[in-house]
């Protein structure tokens, strides 16, 4: 079965200090990969998503960059953190077959504090 | 511009009530409707809806989509403490899941 994890689970970082959050998937070839932030409301907001090696697309510009260095890691960094940048983000894997639009499975998350 | 809208956005019930979810959306190049469950972490998949009319069901809990009408329901019938947590509706549409804010469920025993 597949399973998907993510650390750390939480992060107390000071502002302007670099970022990395790490995304690993097991069970599964060629996932679409996804990190998403969830803010103070109950919304998630897709920030990248990743349909193979190397290939990922942004969808809000902002501080945070995500790559895709072998076929079942996504990894989110940032060289400076500002403090909008808190929040509690998910990393998601879905099935490549049948395109984009299939169901999605979340990671535990990591809950970022900015200070 | 894409919408997902979720109501009620709170509700607090008695364990043994039924409770019906609602989520509408207006998205363009609509594909699928999806529901999740998030309690203390991580949203787990609940449902996923492509049709118009067929209800997806498990357990106590079962999901329609209406894609004339825009909307879907999440029902819960016999609701248990367990129950209780955020429920997220997603739309995806061309590569992304637009999710809504979510509607927080407590049911109280």
């Known amino acids: 079965s597949q399973t998907i994890h993510q650390w750390p689970a939480t992060l107390v970082q000071p502002v302007g200090s670099p970022l990395s959050l790490e995304c690993t998937v097991e069970g599964t070839s060629n996932p679409n990969l996804y990190w998403y932030r969830q803010a103070a409301g109950r919304g998630l907001q897709l920030l990248f998503y990743?349909?193979?090696?190397?290939?990922i697309s942004s969808e809000v510009p902002q501080n945070l960059s995500a790559s895709r260095p072998q076929d079942r890691q996504f990894i989110l960094s940032s060289k400076k953190l500002l403090l909008s940048d808190s929040g509690f983000y998910l990393c998601?894997?879905?099935?490549?077959?049948?395109?984009?639009?299939?169901?999605?499975?979340f990671g535990p998350g990591t809950r970022l504090t900015v200070l | 511009e894409d919408k997902v809208v979720q109501s009620p956005l709170s509700l607090v019930v008695h364990e043994g009530d039924t409770v019906t979810l609602n989520c509408s959306y207006e998205?363009?190049?609509?594909?699928?409707l999806l529901w999740y469950k998030q309690e203390k972490k991580a949203p787990t998949f609940l449902f996923m809806l492509t049709s118009s009319g067929i209800e997806k069901k498990s357990g106590r809990l079962s999901s329609i989509l209406d894609k004339k009408e825009l909307f879907s329901i999440l029902n819960i019938t016999a609701t248990q403490t367990g129950d209780s947590a955020v429920y997220l509706c997603?739309?995806?549409?061309?590569?992304?899941?637009?999710f809504g804010q979510g509607t927080e469920l407590s049911v109280k025993p």
């Open positions: 990743s349909v193979g090696i190397g290939q």
């Open positions: 998601a894997w879905g099935p490549a077959s049948g395109g984009l639009n299939n169901e999605q499975f």
């Open positions: 998205v363009t190049n609509f594909r699928s």
């Open positions: 997603a739309v995806g549409r061309r590569g992304k899941l637009i």
